[in-house]
C-alpha cells in the first residue's frame, strides 16, 4: 500500500480531482446547491479532497464513497469517485461510475474535464472567437489607397481613372456594390486594359458570392499586370470561399512574393495554415506580421495567441491575449477568450473575473453569462450557475436551456 501511495501521490502532480479547487483557495464562503450535491456529500467531498492533498490514498477512497452513498444522483461526485478510481488502477469500476454519470448529466464528463485537459470546450461557448480570426473588410480597402498614392506619383494612370478607382472605393466601404459595379464597368469601357479595374470588379463579385465571376474578373487583372500583388491576394479569398485551401496558399505565396510587406497576405495565409493543419507555419507568419508592426498587429497578436492555445503552448496564449486586452480594454470578446484559457488551466475564479468583464463590456453578452456559469459549477457556486445559465436562455443562448436541464435540477 505504501509502494502504491507514493506512486499516487506522485500522479497528482498531474491528476487532480476533476473539480478540485485550487491549491491554497479556502473552501469557506462557497455556496452549495442541495439539489446538485445532496444533502451530506459536500462534506464528504471536501475531506476527500484534504486527504487527497496528504496523500491519504484510503481515506480518500473512503470520503468519496461516502460521497457517493450520500447522493447517489449527483454526476459529479461520481466523476470525481471516477476519476480516483482510474487513478488506483480501477478501469472496469471507473468506467461504470462514467456511465452512470453520463445516463444523468452527458455534459457533465466533458465539464469536469474527466474525457482530457481540453474536453471542457465541447461545453463551453467557444466557436464566436472564429469572428475575430479574420480582417475587417475595411482594413483590407485600405491598401488600395497606397496603390492609388503611389500611381499618381508615378503618373502611370491619368487623373479621370485614379477619381474613378476612388469613387468605386467609396461605393464598396458603403456596401454600395451594384452601385460599384456600374461604375466599374464604365471604367472598364474606358480602360479595357486596367488591371486595378478587374481587380476591384473581382472583389465586388467577391462579397456578392459570385465566385466563378469574381474569378474570372481576378485572372483578367493579373493577366493585364502579373507583378499586381493585391490582385494575387485576391484571388486567395475566392479560392478560400470555395475550400480550395491549396491553391489559396499558392496564390498568397505569390503576392508576398511579389510584395514582400504585404502583412494582411502574411495573416491570411496564417489563417489558410491554421486550416490546412500546418500550426507552427502559422504561427511563423503571426510572428512576421507582428514584427512589421503593421496595421494588423493586433490581430495578428490575438490569432497567435489563439493558435499557440492550439499547439498547447497556454502561458504563451494567455500572454498575447494580455497583450491584445491591454490595447483593447473595451472588447468583451477579448475578456471571454481568455476566461476560456483560464478555464481550460482550471483557474476556474480568473476565468470567471474575466466572464464578468465581458459582462461588464455587454450586458447582453449570452455566451459570457453561459460561460460563467460552467465555471461557477466548478467552484461550487451552484446558485449563481444557475442564474448565469437561465440569463443566458433569457438572451437567447439555445445551448444554455440544455445545460439547465441537467445541471439545474430541481
Same mark, same amino acid.
Given at each position: 500500500?505504501k509502494?502504491?501511495?507514493?506512486v499516487?501521490?506522485?500522479?497528482?502532480?498531474?491528476?487532480?480531482?476533476p473539480?478540485?479547487?485550487?491549491?491554497?483557495t479556502?473552501?469557506t464562503?462557497?455556496?452549495?446547491s442541495?439539489e446538485?450535491?445532496?444533502?451530506?456529500?459536500?462534506?464528504?467531498? @471536501?475531506?476527500?479532497d484534504?486527504?487527497?492533498r496528504?496523500?491519504?490514498?484510503?481515506?480518500?477512497?473512503?470520503?468519496?464513497?461516502?460521497?457517493v452513498?450520500?447522493?447517489?444522483q449527483?454526476?459529479?461526485?461520481?466523476?470525481q469517485?471516477a476519476n480516483?478510481?482510474?487513478?488506483?488502477g480501477?478501469?472496469?469500476?471507473a468506467?461504470?461510475d462514467?456511465?452512470?454519470?453520463?445516463?444523468l448529466?452527458p455534459?457533465?464528463a466533458?465539464l469536469y474535464?474527466?474525457?482530457?485537459?481540453?474536453s471542457?470546450l465541447?461545453?463551453?461557448a467557444?466557436q464566436?472567437?472564429?469572428?475575430?480570426?479574420?480582417?475587417d473588410?475595411?482594413? @483590407?480597402t485600405i491598401?488600395?489607397?497606397?496603390?492609388?498614392?503611389?500611381?499618381a506619383a508615378e503618373? @502611370?494612370?491619368?487623373?479621370?481613372e485614379?477619381?474613378?478607382?476612388?469613387?468605386?472605393?467609396?461605393e464598396?466601404?458603403?456596401n454600395?456594390?451594384?452601385?460599384?459595379?456600374?461604375?466599374?464597368y464604365?471604367?472598364i469601357?474606358l480602360?479595357?486594359?486596367?488591371?486595378?479595374?478587374?481587380?476591384?470588379?473581382?472583389v465586388v463579385?467577391?462579397?456578392?458570392?459570385k465566385?466563378?465571376?469574381?474569378e474570372?474578373?481576378?485572372?483578367?487583372?493579373?493577366?493585364?499586370?502579373?507583378?499586381?500583388?493585391?490582385?494575387?491576394?485576391?484571388?486567395?479569398?475566392?479560392?478560400?470561399?470555395?475550400g480550395q485551401l491549396e491553391?489559396?496558399? @499558392?496564390?498568397l505565396d505569390?503576392?508576398?512574393e511579389?510584395?514582400a510587406d504585404?502583412t494582411?497576405?502574411?495573416?491570411?495565409?496564417?489563417?489558410?495554415?491554421?486550416?490546412?493543419?500546418?500550426?507552427?507555419?502559422?504561427?511563423?507568419?503571426?510572428?512576421?506580421?507582428i514584427?512589421?508592426r503593421g496595421?494588423?498587429?493586433?490581430?495578428?497578436?490575438?490569432?497567435?495567441?489563439?493558435?499557440?492555445?492550439?499547439?498547447?503552448?497556454?502561458?504563451g496564449a494567455?500572454?498575447d491575449?494580455?497583450?491584445v486586452?491591454?490595447?483593447?480594454?473595451?472588447?468583451?470578446?477579448l475578456?471571454?477568450n481568455?476566461?476560456?484559457?483560464?478555464?481550460?488551466?482550471?483557474n476556474?475564479?480568473?476565468?470567471?473575473?474575466?466572464?464578468?468583464?465581458?459582462?461588464?463590456?455587454?450586458?447582453?453578452f449570452?455566451?459570457?453569462?453561459?460561460?460563467?456559469?460552467l465555471?461557477?459549477?466548478?467552484?461550487?457556486?451552484?446558485?449563481?450557475?444557475?442564474?448565469d445559465l437561465?440569463?443566458?436562455?433569457q438572451?437567447?443562448?439555445?445551448?444554455?436551456?440544455?445545460?439547465?436541464?441537467?445541471?439545474c435540477?430541481?
Amino acid at each position: 500500500m505504501k509502494a502504491l501511495q507514493a506512486v499516487l501521490i506522485c500522479l497528482s502532480m498531474v491528476y487532480l480531482l476533476p473539480a478540485q479547487i485550487q491549491v491554497g483557495t479556502p473552501w469557506t464562503g462557497r455556496n452549495y446547491s442541495t439539489e446538485s450535491l445532496g444533502r451530506d456529500n459536500e462534506r464528504f467531498l @471536501r475531506q476527500a479532497d484534504i486527504h487527497y492533498r496528504l496523500g491519504n490514498i484510503e481515506a480518500t477512497f473512503f470520503a468519496l464513497q461516502s460521497a457517493v452513498e450520500s447522493n447517489p444522483q449527483s454526476p459529479h461526485t461520481l466523476l470525481q469517485r471516477a476519476n480516483f478510481k482510474h487513478l488506483l488502477g480501477m478501469e472496469t469500476e471507473a468506467a461504470q461510475d462514467v456511465v452512470m454519470a453520463n445516463r444523468l448529466n452527458p455534459y457533465a464528463a466533458d465539464l469536469y474535464g474527466y474525457n482530457g485537459a481540453n474536453s471542457p470546450l465541447r461545453v463551453l461557448a467557444y466557436q464566436p472567437e472564429n469572428a475575430l480570426g479574420e480582417l475587417d473588410f475595411a482594413k @483590407r480597402t485600405i491598401y488600395y489607397y497606397d496603390v492609388l498614392d503611389v500611381a499618381a506619383a508615378e503618373e @502611370r494612370n491619368d487623373n479621370m481613372e485614379l477619381e474613378l478607382v476612388n469613387e468605386v472605393l467609396i461605393e464598396i466601404e458603403e456596401n454600395r456594390l451594384e452601385d460599384a459595379l456600374s461604375l466599374l464597368y464604365s471604367l472598364i469601357s474606358l480602360y479595357p486594359e486596367s488591371a486595378i479595374a478587374y481587380d476591384l470588379k473581382g472583389v465586388v463579385l467577391y462579397k456578392q458570392e459570385k465566385y466563378a465571376e469574381a474569378e474570372a474578373a481576378l485572372s483578367k487583372s493579373v493577366g493585364f499586370e502579373p507583378d499586381f500583388a493585391i490582385a494575387w491576394y485576391n484571388l486567395s479569398l475566392v479560392k478560400r470561399a470555395q475550400g480550395q485551401l491549396e491553391q489559396a496558399k @499558392r496564390f498568397l505565396d505569390r503576392a508576398i512574393e511579389l510584395q514582400a510587406d504585404l502583412t494582411k497576405a502574411y495573416f491570411d495565409r496564417a489563417l489558410v495554415k491554421k486550416s490546412l493543419g500546418d500550426k507552427e507555419g502559422a504561427l511563423e507568419d503571426y510572428n512576421k506580421v507582428i514584427d512589421m508592426r503593421g496595421e494588423y498587429y493586433l490581430e495578428a497578436y490575438l490569432n497567435r495567441g489563439l493558435t499557440r492555445k492550439m499547439l498547447g503552448d497556454f502561458n504563451g496564449a494567455l500572454a498575447d491575449l494580455d497583450k491584445v486586452i491591454e490595447e483593447q480594454p473595451r472588447n468583451g470578446l477579448l475578456y471571454k477568450n481568455r476566461g476560456n484559457l483560464h478555464f481550460l488551466f482550471g483557474n476556474y475564479n480568473k476565468a470567471i473575473d474575466d466572464y464578468t468583464r465581458a459582462i461588464f463590456q455587454d450586458r447582453n453578452f449570452a455566451e459570457a453569462y453561459y460561460n460563467r456559469g460552467l465555471a461557477r459549477f466548478l467552484v461550487y457556486d451552484n446558485t449563481e450557475a444557475c442564474m448565469d445559465l437561465t440569463k443566458s436562455k433569457q438572451l437567447g443562448y439555445e445551448r444554455a436551456e440544455e445545460k439547465l436541464r441537467y445541471f439545474c435540477v430541481d
